[in-house]
């Protein structure tokens, strides 16, 4: 008989969990899971488990900015494009734990532009990464951090507290939601074909002796990320995308030391010639983020720095990597049209 | 910690598996031990007031016993005479005795929770004497449940002057039986000789009483989350700036806090009481569907029971039967020999009096809640001594009062001098109260009504189908369990399928429809803060 | 006995108190009426009926009612 109670107080609970999870999904706002930055997070897991060589981690600059597939065409290695808008570092540091829970990339590439801004965050840009992180170390990790100082801990195990208000505005594609397919032919990559041409000073990488300094805590979360990847054995390279708002020659210096100190490479990309970012055609919002353009050029470097630099296997005539190819072909088609 | 909250249900889970574990004979320890840490987690060092309250009713009462027992050995083998005079001695003794009681927890409620209230009256008068001395208020902090533990506990002493119970030699019964933490929010306020030996004996927790007494919490939450602070939403709007509301809108909210404030008191009522039933004991009953009553008296029967039963125990009783009183009887039955109805009423009238000025005061500090328990007492004495005219009318109009008809009549009629009430109780002062009532009678805002204005009072077309929805709900299960219809056995009784159905419904509506979150602000019970 | 039972008549009338044993339960008479009840009792008897005997056991019939008059005198 106690077995019998056992039992079906362990079934109500476990039925009562499907359906919340259920409930979860259909109650998640739109702009969660189907703008560009969701598109990345969530792509991720559809990867193949280990099978990803290089992850590129950081804000939209990254999964606006680097186009995997570009990469793909040049040298078969397999990469994404991970990325969160502004995220700050100590969140990048949560994201590239969270990568490393399900790939082991040889190489991780941070982009540290927000390394100088404070590290007040949105709440719906901290969601964006973590309502779409799966539960696992990495997302309990962040909730607890005191860095996320507004609702509870409980909102953001249970999205749903945070968001049950929706069912006043429920509509059919939340409902279809629970039929979505998260994989992300591009890699992370969200493609834009605008163009609003950035009109400032594009020599903004001028010397100058005046100097920057590290935000002090996003010090402290680089340093992490920095034993992080030592511990995990995954060679991690800062970069800083293409930024002529808010890169400066002295932060590019401070980033330099930086990088020096820690004995890790540090790939600059603002004002390198050969990348030739045109700044009338490769952005769409006049200088914040690239488009299909700008994000071909700097694929292109980025692929060409790691052949150059790194023994990396060419996985395209790898029969499990097949789908890439198609991904491939699809991804070309889009960007002719 | 709010009562309507995750952080309360795992406390209550936590104490739950406490009392599983600890040995028969210290099991009331664990619940102790809980009640005085949740009392900590709420007020922090102000539980010094509940434990002073507590040894003095326990030495107080202790001593009322000595007296007693020194009397019975005392008049042994006396004399008639002696004998009386041995027991009247002993009666002022024993009044002394209470007196103290009366004035240590009487005196740390009336300043902690009166003091302004007594302070602001003296300033008026000194003002009105042009004195220029002015009492500055203070800002006390009101230990959690005050108000409910302070009457519960003079019951205690009451009770064993009145020789109604033997004083209790056990200390930890005592205090077990003021500080059982889910009764201290808000009540129901107990009894000692029926919850004492309940909480202090050992129980078992069974499977049963688990499943039914979270039922009853379900409901509570239901009530409280779904309910109460959606129409709080409406009617925080209407009468924060009522001076732009009138007609129809003002009726909507005073009936909506009407709702509110029921859903809102009787859910916190059986979030607690579904609390008390997992650990095997029943509290009193505070509801029992007070909307169905037929008269204002009626309602007081059916609404805070146990506030109404106290008066009646310790304030009714005390001024009806005390000596003076007696005497008052006597001689003016005497003099209205001849209309025994008048004097009848006029003898009910004076104690009721006391107990509807007690009434209103209990609620707040403040001249509206005199004024609310004087607007009860008013209808109920206009009741009474109009008796015999109502009689003639009805029989006159040859008005069945067995009917249908005549009880719906009856219900509305109260149901309307309740809601009135409410007003009262919700306005800001006595002045506001009379210009939303009169604000209610103007209709010229009619056709902004038709547009939709209902609609922009914080409550859209979705919020206010679940405030429909859910009102029917509690008004079907209210209307079951009024014709005896035990809602929680018979779903029980159903199977698996239902049952688990309207466990899910129940719990997911909550999590769905509940007030709460950031989109919200959160409310603490209304009956909380008293 | 007798005495009891007419003064009892007089608040409600159509009572059979010899048999009835649910005054109170079945509100038969009031907390109002039990005042002057009391008064008349305290007045005939000579006794002095208190707060701490207005308990159901001793007014829901009338023989139960004169027990207590029976004790208090």
């Not at chain 1, 997302?139 to 953001?156: T, V």
């Not at chain 1, 990488?205 to 300094?213: A, F, S």
């Not at chain 2, 203070?138 to 002493?157: D, E, H, K, N, R």
């Not at chain 2, 299960?477 to 056995?489: A, C, G, I, T, W």
Request: net charge neutral.
């Amino acid at each position: 008989m106690k077995y019998i109670r056992i039992v079906s107080v362990a079934l109500f609970i476990i039925i009562g969990l499907i359906l919340l999870y259920i409930l979860n999904i259909i109650l998640l706002p739109e702009w969660v899971t189907n703008e560009g930055a969701t598109l990345s997070t969530r792509g991720i897991y559809e990867e193949e488990k280990n099978s990803l060589d290089v992850v590129f981690v950081g804000s939209s600059n990254i999964y606006n900015g680097i186009s995997p597939l570009e990469i793909w065409e040049e040298t078969g290695i397999p990469s994404y494009s991970y990325g969160s808008p502004e995220q700050k570092i100590w969140l990048s540091y949560y994201a590239i734990k969270e990568v490393l829970a399900y790939q082991k990339p040889k190489i991780i590439m941070l982009d540290v532009n927000e390394a100088f801004s404070n590290d007040y965050l949105e709440e719906d840009n901290i969601r964006k990464l973590l309502d779409n992180m799966k539960f696992g170390k990495a997302k309990l990790e962040a909730i607890n951090d005191k860095m996320l100082n507004y609702d509870s801990e409980l909102s953001y195990i249970f999205p749903i507290i945070r968001y049950h208000t929706r069912w006043n505005s429920l509509t059919k594609k939340d409902f279809q939601r629970l039929f979505l397919d998260y994989k992300s032919t591009y890699k992370g990559y969200v493609l834009s074909k605008q163009v609003t041409p950035f009109e400032g000073n594009t020599n903004y990488l001028e010397y100058t002796e005046k100097t920057d300094q590290i935000q002090e805590v996003s010090k402290k979360y680089l340093d992490k990320i920095v034993e992080l990847c030592q511990e995990k054995g995954t060679e991690l390279i800062l970069i800083d995308m293409p930024s002529p708002h808010s890169w400066t020659y002295p932060r590019h210096k401070a980033i330099s030391d930086y990088a020096e100190s820690k004995e890790v490479e540090f790939l600059e990309l603002n004002c390198v010639d050969e990348i030739g970012i045109d700044w009338s055609k490769d952005t769409p919002d006049g200088g914040w983020h690239l488009n299909v353009n700008g994000a071909s050029k700097v694929s292109k470097y980025i692929a060409k720095y790691l052949q150059e630099n790194y023994n990396l296997t060419d996985y395209r005539e790898n029969p499990n990597y097949s789908e890439w190819n198609n991904d491939l072909e699809k991804y070309l088609k889009d960007k002719e049209n | 910690m709010e009562i309507n909250s995750l952080k309360f249900i795992l406390f209550v889970a936590v104490v739950i598996i406490a009392y599983i574990i600890t040995p028969k004979k210290y099991k009331w320890v664990t619940l102790l031990l809980s009640s005085y840490i949740f009392y900590w987690l709420n007020s922090n060092q102000l539980i010094i007031f509940m434990l002073i309250t507590t040894l003095s009713i326990y030495l107080l009462s202790l001593l009322l016993g000595k007296i007693d027992k020194r009397l019975e050995l005392e008049i042994k083998d006396k004399e008639k005479e002696e004998k009386k005079k041995l027991k009247e001695k002993a009666k002022t003794k024993k009044k002394l005795v209470v007196l103290i009681a009366l004035i240590i927890n009487l005196g740390i409620l009336g300043v902690i929770k009166y003091f302004n209230f007594f302070s602001g009256n003296i300033n008026t008068l000194l003002n009105l004497f042009n004195l220029n001395i002015q009492i500055p208020s203070m800002q006390f902090i009101l230990p959690l449940g005050i108000s409910y533990y302070t009457l519960q506990g003079l019951s205690y002493v009451i009770d064993v002057y009145r020789q109604k119970i033997d004083p209790d030699k056990n200390l930890g019964r005592v205090a077990l039986f003021l500080a059982f933490f889910p009764q201290i929010v808000e009540g129901p306020i107990g009894r000692y000789k029926e919850l004492a030996t309940k909480l202090y004996e050992p129980h078992k927790i069974e499977f049963q009483n688990i499943k039914s007494g979270s039922l009853l919490v379900l409901w509570g939450f239901f009530q409280k989350m779904v309910i109460a602070d959606r129409l709080a939403i409406l009617v925080d709007t209407v009468f924060g700036n009522y001076t732009q509301y009138s007609g129809l809108i003002i009726i909507c909210a005073i009936l909506f806090y009407t709702f509110q404030i029921y859903a809102d008191f009787a859910g916190c009522i059986n979030i607690v009481r579904g609390v008390a039933e997992i650990f095997g004991i029943t509290l009193a009953e505070n509801f029992k569907r007070p909307f169905f009553s037929k008269s204002v008296q009626e309602f007081w029967r059916r609404w805070n029971i146990t506030l109404g039963t106290w008066l009646k125990e310790y304030v009714f009783y005390s001024v009806a039967f005390s000596k003076w009183y007696l005497h008052l009887t006597t001689k003016l039955k005497e003099k209205l020999k001849k209309h025994a109805h008048l004097s009848k009423t006029i003898l009910a009238l004076c104690p009721l009096f006391f107990v509807w000025f007690s009434n209103g005061l209990w609620h707040g500090a403040s001249w509206k809640y005199i004024f609310y328990g004087m607007y009860y007492f008013v209808i109920m004495s206009i009741g009474m001594l109009l008796e015999p005219v109502f009689k003639k009318t009805i029989n006159f109009l040859k008005i069945n009062i067995n009917s249908k008809k005549y009880k719906i009549w009856q219900m509305l009629r109260t149901f309307i001098l309740v809601n009135i009430g409410m007003l009262i109780f919700r306005a800001t002062n006595i002045s506001s109260a009379f210009t939303i009532l009169k604000s209610m009678f103007n209709f010229s805002n009619f056709g902004e009504i038709l547009n939709g204005k209902m609609l922009s009072l914080g409550l859209d077309k979705g919020e206010f189908t679940i405030v429909i929805i859910s009102l029917i709900i509690m008004l079907i299960v209210d209307f079951l369990q009024e014709k005896n219809y035990h809602v929680r056995e018979e779903i029980g009784k159903r199977n698996v399928l239902i049952r688990w159905t309207i466990y899910y419904v129940g719990i997911f509506s909550i999590i769905i429809f509940g007030i709460y979150g950031k989109d919200y602000n959160p409310s603490s019970f209304i009956y909380g803060q008293f | 006995m007798e005495k009891l039972i007419e003064i009892l008549k007089k608040y409600n009338a159509d009572v059979d108190y010899y048999t009835n044993e649910h005054l109170i339960d079945e509100e038969l008479l009031d907390s109002f009426d039990i005042i002057s009840i009391v008064a008349d009792i305290d007045n005939e008897f000579d006794v002095e009926i208190t707060a701490k005997d207005i308990i159901p056991e001793n007014f829901n019939s009338a023989e139960k009612l004169y027990d207590l008059i029976k004790r208090l005198s």
